[in-house]
């Protein structure tokens, strides 16, 4: 069926390293991916997008990579602050689906 | 430009009650989403409205409504509420709803049913 999996569902690291959030997608159909970040008593907030026919993208401070061949997401945050803390989504857009699928979030930690 | 609106932000209502949402996208915007949830589930997919025509519906019983008017505010509507709807309900809106467009979310109806 459609999903849009992660493979943790928690993350902890230390102020200043690198954080790597994965996610799996379960339809080659898709062809836009999205990832979201939602802070306590707020809804999601668009963090990067990537399109199909790209491997990477690259934001401020934060990077997607897409590996089609295995159905793989993944989000790098670079020097990762105590703001970061928050639960990440990743989520796809299907082509005439008129929706987005979210997969189950997961919640960053970052140690001071 | 202000983003989207829900209302009210919190809701505490009882087993068999209906409830009514409502959601104000940004002005603009024509594609308004509803979304619930949960601890457990995560986000899911309730329904995607453009036009005042729905053009998608997620796997929810029938007692999960929603309508869409000429200026692109939404609303939704669940009826004899049971103990398990009880989640965050959140409203997105985007331009019109195509392929490749990201989501703009609100902060969330918090219904509590008891």
């Known amino acids: 069926g459609e999903s849009v999996g992660l493979h943790l569902p928690t993350l902890s690291v230390q102020e200043g390293d690198n954080s790597i959030i994965n996610c799996a997608y379960s339809?080659?159909?898709?062809?836009?991916f999205i990832w979201y970040k939602q802070e306590s008593g707020k809804g999601p907030q668009f963090i990067i997008d990537?399109?199909?026919?790209?491997d990477k993208r690259q934001g401020q401070r934060v990077t997607v990579l897409l590996n089609k061949t295995v159905k793989h997401l993944s989000l790098q945050i670079a020097a990762t602050q105590p703001g970061d803390s928050a639960v990440y989504f990743c989520?796809?857009?299907?082509?005439?689906?008129?929706?987005?699928?979210f997969g189950a979030g997961t919640r960053l930690f970052v140690k001071a | 430009k202000a983003g989207v609106t829900q209302t009210p932000r919190y809701l505490i209502k009882t087993r068999g009650q209906q409830v009514t949402l409502s959601c104000s996208p940004i002005?603009?915007?024509?594609?308004v989403s509803w979304y619930q949830q949960t601890p457990g589930q995560g986000l899911q997919f309730l329904f995607e409205?453009?036009?005042?025509?729905?053009?998608n519906k997620g796997n929810f019983p029938g007692r999960f409504s929603g309508r869409q008017f000429s200026n692109s505010r939404s609303e939704m509507n669940v009826s004899t509420l049971e103990l398990g709807d009880s989640a965050l309900y959140l409203c997105?809106?985007?331009?019109?709803?195509?392929?490749?467009?990201?989501?703009?979310f609100g902060s969330g109806t918090q219904l509590s049913v008891l």
């Open positions: 339809n080659s159909a898709s062809d836009y």
């Open positions: 990537i399109r199909s026919n790209m």
């Open positions: 997105a809106s985007s331009l019109d709803g195509a392929t490749n467009e990201k989501l703009f």
């Open positions: 409205y453009f036009s005042e025509t729905q053009r």
């Open positions: 989520a796809e857009n299907r082509r005439g689906g008129f929706k987005t699928i």
């Open positions: 002005s603009g915007h024509r594609s």
